[in-house]
């Protein structure tokens, strides 16, 4: 009578017995967020030694193991919740912890073979671990305060509805393992070009996954490296501290938002890294007042890095029910810079800093627009060039810019070219004068760029 009793508590509350449902051994020896086993090269083939994260020493904290690993997802019943204690497991003592999880506590979503699904309103965490079939998602206003990293292993998915925020002192990862396919990885690493397609305008296969919804970096004296392919949907700040996109990896945001760099933030990019927007708008996708740079003085470059910008409309073409919500189809900026473009060359080499276009011609839309017929037949034919704005304070060095139109350069004074050093143009300008592909602006000026609309080129 007892025991039965207990079993209908158990399922009226939604209470797990942690120690029989999971083999804790099994999932604490695997490598993780909190135990990532850098010396395992099948694990970790990308690493080359001189990342910052892997130098990081981490005291022992608490270590929480979702319990529900188990629990399937029925239509119209909500998710296991991450607030609910006895869904976790204290790796420490095999029983339900007796706090909610904070800034020292690395938590891990296990490996399963069916997938689970998980809800709630937020987190507080040091390491985040998601594994294969596991399918995160806290909503709620708090969003996710993460002081450690990030570790989204194959088959494993997270999505934070409101914001994810990289904070604290550390020097952290960020990875989301490619797809197992290989379909993007293929793409990023080739350079190939995501067309406009008329018959599906918003076909893009960039736009997949992302990991939340806003996302900022905010670390004085910290960094963090992404790894492998990492998205959110709208804005994205660096507001102190190193962000960094690692060898061979990707970071895309979107929607009708630029990528901050503030005065107190850096952006590096690795060989072969790419930052930029997950589509094309006609609106400003970068706006930095601090750093971006292609690698770093104890980290050069030995290939190009890339800042991927959109296009506008700089061809005089009249697009239908032009609102200005969100600025002109006309004498559109893709970039505004008033702080470093610095790229670190390996000794011998030849890398650079590249700035130029993003690859991604699909259309990701924003209100204010009206995304008829005719507005994508003369989408369909701009060129894909951009229009930058470079500030007198602006220190440039190592630096290619591809894809420029003839005045894709905008500048105060074209004097203070002078001042730059090793500066080219790719062969997918559309000069190979740099006086053509510089114009100089003398109005006014607010938050570090022009505030009056630019007027395009004569067509």
Known sequence: MKTTLFVLVTLVLGIVAPVSALDLKAITVKPTANNPQYRDKKVWPILAGDEYFIKQKWPKARLLIWARADAKSTRGKSSPDVAVLTNWIDAATGKAPSAEPDMETDLVFPDADKNYKVSGKGLICRHLTVGRNADVQPGGGRGLS???????????KFYVYRKIIFTGSGHTFCRKDWAADGKLKKLHDTGAVTPFDRQNPKANVWTADPISFFMSHDKPKGSTEILGHVSCKDEFSVVAGTFIVGRDSRFYNGKASSLHVGKAGTIVLMDGALIGKRGNQFILDCGSQGAITGGAPDRPLKRDARLGLGYANWMNFSFPAEKRRHGSSYGGLAGSFSGKLIGYP??????????????????I???????????????????????????????????RFDDLHRGGIVLPDRSIMKQWRNVTFGKSCLSKDP?????????????????????????
């Open 146 to 156: 993460v002081f450690g990293n990030i570790w989204i292993r194959p088959g494993g």
């Open 346 to 363: 390996a000794k011998g080499g030849n890398a650079s800093l590249v700035i130029g276009w993003h690859g991604i011609s699909a259309w």
């Open 365 to 399: 839309g924003h209100r204010g627009w009206n995304m008829s017929d005719k507005f994508y037949d003369l989408y369909a034919r701009l060129q894909p060039k951009i229009t930058i704005w470079v500030s007198a304070e602006t220190k440039v060095e190592n630096v």
């Open 435 to 459: 006086k053509e592909l510089t114009r100089e602006y003398k109005g006014k000026v607010n938050r570090g760029r022009p505030s009056e609309p630019l007027k395009p080129e004569t067509k």
